[in-house]
T-cell receptor, first 113, second 114 residues
Framework: DSGVTQTPKHLITATGQRVTLRCSPRSGDLSVYWYQQSLDQGLQFLIQ???????AKGNILERFSAQQFPDLHSELNLSSLELGDSALYFC????????????FGSGTRLTVV | KNQVEQSPQSLIILEGKNCTLQ??????????LRWYKQDTGRGPVSLTI?????NTKSNGRYTATLDADTKQSSLHITASQLSDSASYICVVSPLSGGSYIPTFGRGTSLIVHP
């Protein structure tokens, strides 16, 4: 157990729907990162939060949004889902940006049918 | 543009053999370089972390080397085991930039056959 908790582990939904993925960072970590990994692709950075504030955005679609709450857990919202959104979504956390204690969760596998 | 290139893309070896995976990067200046192991469908797990001033770091049968002058790193696996079958990902974090977003390589897929 890495200490980073992601729920749900699996999610199957239809095109056009909206889903929310949840991440609880490791105890003491203030920074949360979201990544997308499509089949046979590398990890693609989506967005980073630090202590509730957005710090950086990567290749995140406008249909996607995220936030980090006061208790530091984070949610990634995916809307108007398309077949191509099917992927593994990983959350990682670290104490602070730049700190290399960077730990991944086990991911949420999203399947859009 | 920061880039991390890994080679080979895939590798098949026999159990008990050694192998070396390569990582070339353009991130500069960089803060640290990490190697992760990712089992299929699982989250990446950190193997080694090196700062720019370190040349080598070991973790059991895994040894990472770093040449900051040539911007190259390698991950050497000795006496491979079936459980080493996984994707190995090189990740380089910038020294500055405010957000410190690391750049990920696409990984090397290693298959260890009995």
């Amino acid at each position: 157990d890495s200490g980073v908790t992601q729920t749900p582990k699996h999610l199957i939904t239809a095109t056009g729907q909206r889903v929310t993925l949840r991440c609880s960072p490791r105890s003491g970590d203030l920074s949360v990162y979201w990544y997308q990994q499509s089949l046979d692709q590398g990890l693609q950075f989506l967005i980073q939060y630090y202590n509730g504030e957005e710090r950086a955005k990567g290749n995140i679609l406008e249909r996607f949004s995220a936030q980090q709450f006061p208790d530091l857990h984070s949610e990634l919202n995916l809307s108007s889902l398309e077949l191509g959104d099917s992927a593994l979504y990983f959350c990682a956390s670290s104490v602070a940006p730049g700190n290399y204690g960077y730990t991944f969760g086990s991911g949420t596998r999203l399947t859009v049918v | 543009k920061n880039q991390v290139e890994q080679s080979p893309q895939s590798l098949i070896i026999l159990e008990g053999k050694n192998c070396t995976l390569q990582c070339n990067y353009t991130v500069s200046p960089f803060s640290n370089l990490r190697w992760y192991k990712q089992d299929t469908g699982r989250g990446p797990v950190s193997l080694t972390i090196m700062t720019f001033s370190e040349n080598t770091k070991s973790n059991g049968r895994y040894t990472a080397t770093l040449d900051a002058d040539t911007k190259q790193s390698s991950l050497h696996i000795t006496a491979s085991q079936l459980s080493d079958s996984a994707s190995y990902i090189c990740v380089v974090s910038p020294l500055s930039g405010g957000s410190y977003i690391p750049t990920f390589g696409r990984g090397t897929s290693l298959i260890v056959h009995p």
